[in-house]
């Protein structure tokens, strides 16, 4: 089994991590499992939008590509607060609506997108946007806050390959522990998904926007808040974790060997579950 080794404390320090979801790996492998499970009009649809020919290849690629474009604008966009829901350790599922003000958030946008391609709109940002969020949910930190901003506010004991603190734990070196290259590391997957028997695929795709939230709000409550032993908070919203009360911002997650190994699974099953999920989104909506 791979073992990620932790980087040098001063050069993490020094070094800016990535605040993606999944980071480019995770999206991409994602992509490249839906692209695996759509419908040849989907798969057709999708070329079309993507300007590339409709081959198994080019449209796996050019969705993975397309797959990491949400991130790579969200700054000049202003569109961050799509990519995320906060969910509190208090919430129960028919909070969801209301965490989510003005529409602002991934379950909403993905609703919406979703449905303008359904309508017809089928603009190229739109099907990005679609690929991008459906991923994003299915980060288990990106379905909770404990007035940390989703994990971004407690710095990690010790960096773990580029990350420095518990969210940025979850956007890659738990991906990276599967594998580092996406194409290489979805074909596995789909392996993996293929193993599983028709009757878990179609189980696994199956369930709407908000139940997907849900299960992944659940797995960070349990394997990560609970496991690693996080102090609870009353809801709190933070603009910046400058703000988050000092019990938080003391805490420093001790992440060993066995954490990572246990954590392997939870992370395999997210992305191929995305994937499915993601394929079912498509083939509705094209």
């Known amino acids: 089994m791979m073992r990620i080794l932790p980087f040098a404390v001063t050069l993490c320090i020094c070094t800016a991590f ?25 798969h057709a649809e999708v070329a079309r939008i993507l300007h590339v020919p409709d081959t198994e290849a080019a449209v796996a690629g050019a969705l993975a590509e397309a797959s990491t474009w949400a991130d790579e604008t969200k700054g000049e966009t202003g569109t961050g607060s799509w990519h ?32 303008e391609l359904a309508s017809g709109k089928q603009d190229e940002d739109v099907l990005r946007y679609v690929v991008h969020l ?10 909770v806050t404990d007035a940390d901003r989703g994990g971004n506010c407690e710095e990690l004991a010790e960096p773990i390959d580029g990350a420095r603190n518990l969210h940025a734990l979850w956007d890659g070196p738990l991906v990276n522990e599967l594998g580092r290259n996406s194409r290489r590391l979805a074909a596995k997957l789909e ?45 709190e919203f933070l603009a910046s974790c400058r703000q988050a009360p000092l019990v938080i911002w003391d805490f420093r997650p001790r992440v060993d060997s066995a954490y990572l190994d246990a954590m392997e ?4 099953d997210q992305l191929v579950k995305a994937g499915l999920r993601l394929a079912r989104v498509l083939n509705r909506a094209l």
């Open 265 to 268: 699974p939870v992370v395999r």
């Open 18 to 42: 990535p605040a993606n979801a999944w980071w480019e790996n995770g999206h991409r492998v994602i992509a490249r499992l839906a692209a695996a499970h759509l419908t040849p009009a989907a």
């Open 84 to 115: 995320f829901i906060d969910l509190t350790l208090q919430d129960r599922k028919y909070d969801i609506p209301r965490r989510c003000p003005e529409q602002n958030c991934a379950p909403a946008r993905i609703r919406m997108f979703a449905a």
């Open 134 to 143: 459906i991923g994003d949910i299915h980060q288990p930190m990106h379905t």
């Open 191 to 235: 392996r993996y998904a293929e193993a599983l028997g028709p009757a878990t695929e179609s189980r696994w795709a199956q369930g709407d926007v908000d139940d997907w939230v849900w299960q992944s709000h659940e797995i960070a409550v349990h394997d990560v808040y609970q496991k690693l032993d996080i102090p609870v908070e009353p809801p």
